[in-house]
Every structure is written in structure tokens, then in C-alpha cells.
């Protein structure tokens, strides 16, 4: 099964600048054997984005193959991050999202 980590930022926000290598570092360090991350500037990848209007930074998507398991914004501590990442990638129980981040995680699928 695919697990697809989204991180949605925008290049102008400060607090993304130096949160990407957060991200980075605590998802290279996943032992997901199919794992698809994704840095994502919600204004150069607009179209990906779609009609989601990400209000706070950073906010991230945690979707498999068959749903979204987690979408919303985080605190940007690494320590959120990896407690975020360890609890949705062992439980694939489908969270209640809005029909935007559903629509992303689709998109992100069909991009492989």
C-alpha cells in the first residue's frame, strides 16, 4: 500500500523556511517501504492544490491508497511531526476531512 506525507507551505512563509528540513530529516527516517513525500508550495503548485485554502502553516496530509488517514495543521515542533507521522502511518483508520483534502490526496495518487 502507498502512503503519500504532504507537507503544504508556502516559499514566503518564515516559519515554512525553516520547517522544510524538519520535515525532511523526520520523514527520511520512515520505515514505509511505499512512501511518497511531498513538499508542496501551495502557490507554485496551485494546481494540485486545488480549491483548499490552507490557512495555517505548515499543514500536512497523511493519505494511502483507499483514504485520507490525517489532514490539518501542526504546531512546527519536530517532535509534533514525528508523533503525528509514528500514530497515522501504523493506523490506517480514514479521518473525517473536508471534501478538499480528499480531492488532494485523489490528485496526489494519480500523480503516482
Do not use: N
Not at 8 to 32: D, N
Not at 38 to 47: F, G, K, L, S
Amino acid at each position: 500500500m502507498t502512503v503519500h506525507v504532504a507537507c503544504l507551505c508556502a516559499a514566503w512563509c518564515r516559519t515554512c523556511e525553516s520547517y522544510q528540513q524538519i520535515f525532511e530529516a523526520a520523514c527520511a527516517g520512515l520505515p514505509e517501504p511505499d512512501l511518497r513525500v511531498r513538499w508542496i508550495d501551495i502557490e507554485d503548485e496551485a494546481e494540485l492544490v486545488g480549491d483548499l485554502d490552507i490557512e495555517t502553516f505548515p499543514t500536512l496530509l497523511i493519505a494511502d491508497d483507499a483514504h485520507v488517514r490525517f489532514a490539518g495543521p501542526l504546531t512546527p515542533q519536530p517532535e509534533t511531526l514525528r508523533r503525528v507521522l509514528r500514530a497515522h502511518l501504523t493506523d490506517a483508520t480514514p479521518a473525517k476531512v473536508a471534501p478538499e483534502y480528499a480531492a488532494l490526496a485523489e490528485r496526489l495518487r494519480t500523480q503516482g
